[in-house]
């Protein structure tokens, strides 16, 4: 038995992220995401979309940062039909739901590190590492 099924379709996807410096040393960024739709093997999905942003500051000789995020705040998921041929079916998953996100990091800086030690290579190790051996 052969059905009839249209498998070629036309998709563009588009993707921006931009970086911004606002006034009083703020940092903004903006990234986000459309498709117009797709055909994927017998799955035909309708339009996607996302929108992300978020606003940070650093004090404290920038050991400091704070960034305020929002997530998905434009969230259209994966909506479409299979068709099977004889029948379709409708799917739609949608990930995780939109959030918003304080984040605060301190660098503690290389006070906890591992000790730096001073090795002094001996002119005769320089002139071995200079010699093509």
């Given at each position: 038995?052969?059905?009839?099924?249209?498998?070629?379709?036309?998709?563009?996807?588009?993707?921006?992220?931009?970086?911004?410096?606002?006034?009083?040393?703020?940092?903004?960024?903006?990234?986000?995401?459309?498709?117009?739709?797709?055909?994927?093997?017998?799955?035909?999905?309708?339009?996607?979309?996302?929108?992300?942003?978020?606003?940070?500051?650093?004090f404290l000789d920038e050991k400091l940062?704070?960034?305020?995020?929002?997530?998905?705040?434009?969230?259209?998921?994966?909506?479409?039909?299979?068709d099977y041929g004889t029948g379709t079916?409708?799917?739609?998953?949608?990930?995780?739901?939109?959030?918003?996100?304080l984040r605060l990091i301190y660098s503690?800086?290389?006070?906890?590190?591992?000790?730096?030690?001073?090795?002094?290579?001996?002119?005769?190790?320089?002139?071995?590492?200079?010699?093509?051996?």
């Amino acid at each position: 038995m052969i059905y009839n099924l249209e498998l070629n379709k036309w998709n563009l996807f588009w993707f921006i992220q931009a970086n911004y410096e606002l006034p009083f040393g703020i940092n903004f960024e903006l990234s986000g995401n459309y498709g117009t739709g797709a055909l994927e093997g017998q799955i035909e999905v309708d339009w996607l979309a996302e929108l992300d942003f978020s606003f940070g500051k650093t004090f404290l000789d920038e050991k400091l940062k704070i960034n305020l995020g929002f997530n998905k705040m434009l969230n259209r998921g994966f909506v479409g039909n299979i068709d099977y041929g004889t029948g379709t079916a409708a799917v739609e998953r949608n990930g995780s739901r939109q959030s918003i996100q304080l984040r605060l990091i301190y660098s503690f800086g290389s006070k906890f590190g591992k000790k730096v030690t001073n090795r002094k290579i001996s002119r005769e190790e320089e002139n071995r590492i200079r010699d093509d051996n």
